[in-house]
């Protein structure tokens, strides 16, 4: 991990040589590939010559290749066979083949994977100490895992073991040698719940130091599973069972002291089941960001939010060499990047800037061209340029790319949660998470409805004076939202108040139809009528 940090920023002294370094790689291992030649890989020489010689192309304009790929050809894409192809749900839901090579793994994945678990090393060794120490909620291995058309797993990058398919040994997660890891009881492939109730059967029983979620929906649903299933776990703890069946000595003692917590404490919090938790590990940008300062507060007052990287399952962006809150530094050897103005459109020809371009303050499209057969691709993601270190920009994760647009506003995701922030400090409010959606009005002027689960109780006052408070925020971060507004062709936005764990109930409701947790992600933008009934019940 030390290792593999000390390289990336040693690459700080020199990002345009890295970035030129990584075109290098890539046009030379793919010059002789389907892509390679029809581009003219063999000619390019420069990242100019590269952009005009390469559109911009989204997954969609990758999948001709990448199902042929799937379908057996070789030397379409990349230079490399394929071992396996990430799933990943994408800004549609649509399930991606994200291809994934040997080279991949050596090049651009696994320096960054590995640089990313330096600060928790580094800061908390003795979350390291013991395999039971960290609680690793993403980790999710399966015994037989389904395969595309050339019999190649197609699976989540947590359900991955790179020791045995790339030589990788020492790239096991923290949390991933703990008793829970591989579960010792059989369940159902798409039994998701299940499984994460046996894992946190399992836990209550050990000293957890950290939690590893990388999705931060992840962690949210700990607190209220163990409330949810807490008869069910002490029950079994006492009896010394799991799902029903013998697993180990009853534990009687633990059992009565879980029993003593909950009846002292009335809810019980991650705090009482494990007193010594130092770290939670995930994405804390975003919507994440207004609802993990209570989420942590449930693990205790003195735990770190250590962010995971910016990063897609496609390729890596930043990483977090240190313990910044948010950002991470741009990982200039795994690929070349470019970026966007986020208020601009992705086009084909859109104009690009190159990392030493971007602006501390501003917020960009990122795209990238790595050796395993991604060029030019736009991640889906909007970054926000915090500062910079050593020579390269140092990134946090602010929205996703799409905009809601009824009336010519053109909101993105984080103008929106900068004017929710905005709305709950001027109100001195919080919330456990937030969605949206453009309904018409009684007068037929479309307007946002906001779905709100608070943290505490609201008063009405409170409410109208935060809807007020959001509708001002919203056209300060928006001209288009400001002129909409003003010609009245959208209306005044509405807070509709859930019960609290309204979210968490709708988490739940889609892992448990089959959906993986790592991928039942915050959505703010929900203009799925089915989707935004479950959630709010209406």
């Not at 990349?78 to 749900?89: E, I, Q, R, V």
């Not at 059967?201 to 209220?224: K, T």
Request: hydrophobic share 45%.
């Amino acid at each position: 991990m030390f290792a593999a940090r000390d390289r990336l920023r040693a690459e700080h002294a020199d990002p345009r040589g890295a970035q030129q370094r990584a075109l290098a790689d890539l046009l030379a291992f793919n010059a002789d590939t389907e892509f390679g030649r029809r581009h003219g890989f063999g000619r390019i020489r420069t990242l100019d010559a590269f952009r005009s010689a390469v559109p911009i192309r989204d997954y969609a304009g990758h999948a001709p290749w990448i199902e042929r790929t799937a379908a057996g050809e070789r030397n379409l894409l990349t230079a490399d066979a394929p071992a396996l192809y990430f799933t990943s749900s994408g800004s549609t839901g649509a399930h991606k083949k994200v291809p994934v090579t040997p080279r991949f793994v050596a090049t651009t994945f696994m320096p960054f994977y590995l640089a990313a678990w330096a600060p928790l090393a580094e800061h908390f060794p003795d979350v390291l100490a013991r395999p039971d120490a960290v609680l690793n909620l993403k980790h999710d291995p399966l015994t037989a895992p389904p395969t595309v058309g050339d019999g190649r797993p197609h699976v989540g990058a947590s359900q991955v073991d790179f020791g045995a398919l790339f030589g990788e040994p020492l790239s096991a997660e923290p949390g991933t040698g703990a008793p829970w890891a591989s579960l010792p009881v059989p369940t159902e492939p798409g039994d998701h719940l299940e499984r994460a109730y046996l894992r946190l059967r399992l836990a209550v029983q050990s000293d957890v130091r950290a939690l590893v979620g990388i999705n931060p929906a992840m962690i949210a649903a700990v607190p209220y599973q163990l409330n949810l299933w807490w008869d069910r776990i002490v029950k079994e703890v006492r009896d010394g069972t799991l799902g029903g069946l013998p697993h180990r000595a009853p534990d009687p003692d633990r059992a009565a002291e879980l029993e003593r917590l909950a009846a002292y404490f009335g809810t019980v919090r991650p705090a009482h089941v494990w007193p010594r938790v130092r770290a939670l590990f995930c994405w804390t940008t975003g919507l994440a960001s207004l609802y993990l300062p209570a989420l942590r507060a449930e693990f205790g007052p003195e735990v770190a939010l250590l962010p995971a990287p910016v990063a897609a399952s496609e390729g890596p962006v930043g990483v977090a060499l240190d313990r910044h809150a948010s950002a991470g530094s741009l990982v200039a050897s795994a690929a070349v990047h470019e970026f966007v103005p986020a208020d601009d459109d992705l086009a084909p020809d859109a104009a690009t800037l190159l990392p030493h371009e971007i602006e501390a303050g501003r917020e960009y499209h990122v795209l990238f061209s790595h050796v395993g057969g991604l060029y030019r691709y736009p991640v889906g993601d909007v970054v926000r340029v915090v500062d910079r270190v050593g020579g390269v920009p140092r990134l946090a994760y602010a929205g996703r790319g799409v905009r809601s647009d009824a009336a010519g506003e053109r909101l993105r995701d984080a103008q929106v949660v900068r004017a929710l922030r905005a709305a709950l400090d001027a109100g001195g409010l919080g919330l456990r998470n937030v969605a949206c959606r453009v309904e018409p009005g009684r007068d037929g002027v479309p307007a946002y409805v906001f779905a709100l689960a608070p943290h505490g109780g609201w008063g009405t006052d409170e409410t109208t004076r935060f809807a007020a408070a959001l509708d001002r925020g919203l056209a300060a971060e928006s001209a288009g939202y400001a002129t909409a507004r003003a010609d009245r062709r959208l209306g005044a936005p509405t807070a509709r108040l859930l019960p609290e764990d309204a979210f968490l109930r709708d988490w739940h409701a889609a892992v448990g139809a089959g959906i993986r947790p790592t991928q039942v992600k915050d959505r703010l933008f929900r203009p799925d009528d089915a989707l935004w009934a479950r959630l709010t019940g209406a």
